[in-house]
């Protein structure tokens, strides 16, 4: 047992570490090797929340696909994230639909 430890920890170490790359809506690619992400069970619209704070860019995976926000505030994310339903938070502070340009990135 402790033998199939130590080279499961071996085969690890030596594994290069390799970023998760997703795809937008606009069909942009996204590195998310600078973002936290979390998964989201508790949600029927999101299903995972992915934010750089240091960028302020988030990230979203809402009804399937993914789509990218500028600009968002950690307070916002927070709020978000807190929100008795998060979906209904998305939707009426941060979907495009209804917060336009507010969070559009620049190409």
Known sequence: ??????????????????????ETG????IDLGTFECRDITRSTV?????????????????????DRYCGVTADTVERLLGAPSMGQFFNQNIRRETAGSRYDCSA
């Not at 402790?2 to 997703?22: K, M, N, W």
Request: glycine content about 4%; some cysteine; proline content about 2%.
């Open 46 to 66: 999101l299903q995972r929340v992915c934010y750089d704070r240091a960028r302020q860019d988030l990230v979203v995976a809402a009804d399937g696909a993914y």
């Open 26 to 29: 606009e069909r942009q690619l």
């Open 1 to 22: 047992m402790v033998r199939a430890l130590v080279l499961l920890l071996a085969q690890l170490a030596g594994t290069p570490i390799v970023s998760e790359t997703v």
